[in-house]
């Protein structure tokens, strides 16, 4: 059948099944890209890709749906009220958490819980590191912008607009990281489940976030379930260099 002979409905579910084959295509491209040069370079790469992709679809949009652009981004959006950006924002990290979520059931309601954490830990290996090239871009960090560099990147990572997290035990060598509000184990807890053991994928998450922000730095856990911990935090981490 001809597409142009579909409902307006099923028209619109291809639309949105054009996005998703978009996004995948997106995200095989960066992979062959980071297993052939390595993460650095996929990432200087990726950012002269996403920035021009990004650019000729969202005008290629405003065309086809009359929108006005500012600056490169829609002139709705940056018209909205700062409380409105702000819920937009956390909304996204949100959604960000819950495709997460999705994905981990999707494989442990398949193939079990142990093949869902072994994907789940390979996952976190590539997204931490990528997630912090991403950061540095923002925020300007240099090659070894050190702790204080770490911390800044702390409050740019998805989670810190869907978790509470903190600061403690500073000193010039290092610093302690914790989650005190974990969306996940808060939910599991509501529900009167065991805290998901997370240990194995965290060390990999925080420790390959840490190095690619910094090389010197290293990280030691402090606690992560399976692992008790007090009603203050549900996973707490030490940032260090070691001295010469």
């Known amino acids: 059948m001809d597409t142009k002979q ?9 639309i949105f099944d054009y996005f998703q084959r978009t996004m995948v295509h997106h995200a095989m491209w960066y992979a062959e890209v980071r297993d052939l040069f390595g993460v650095e370079k996929a990432g200087v790469i990726l950012e002269k890709a996403s920035a021009l992709s990004t650019k000729i679809q969202l005008k290629r949009l405003s065309r086809t749906l009359g929108f006005e652009l500012e600056d490169d981004y829609p002139q709705a959006l940056l018209e909205l009220e700062d409380d409105k950006i702000d819920a937009l924002k956390e909304a996204v990290a949100i959604n960000w958490l819950a495709n997460d979520g999705v994905w981990f059931q999707a494989v442990e309601f398949t193939e079990g819980m142990l093949e869902a954490k072994a994907c789940n830990d390979a996952a976190w290996s590539h997204f931490s590191p990528y997630e912090a090239i991403r950061i540095k871009k923002i925020l300007g960090l240099g090659e070894f912008p050190g702790l204080d560099g770490l911390k800044k990147a702390f409050n740019y990572r998805i989670y810190a607009d869907v978790n509470k997290q903190s600061f403690g035990n500073e000193t010039e ?64 981490w ?5 001295k010469n």
């Not at 974990?182 to 194995?200: F, H």
């Not at 030490?238 to 070691?242: H, K």
């Open 173 to 236: 060598d290092s610093f302690d990281f914790y989650m005190n509000e974990c969306r996940v184990q808060i939910a599991r807890k509501k529900k009167g489940l065991d805290d998901y053991p997370c240990k194995s994928g965290g060390i990999i998450e925080y420790s390959t976030f840490a190095e690619t922000i910094d090389k010197r730095i290293k990280t030691k856990v402090i606690g992560c379930p399976p692992d008790k911990h007090p009603e203050e935090w549900f996973c707490a």
């Open 6 to 14: 579909l409902t307006k409905k099923e028209k619109i579910r291809l």
């Open 238 to 242: 030490r940032f260090y260099i070691e």
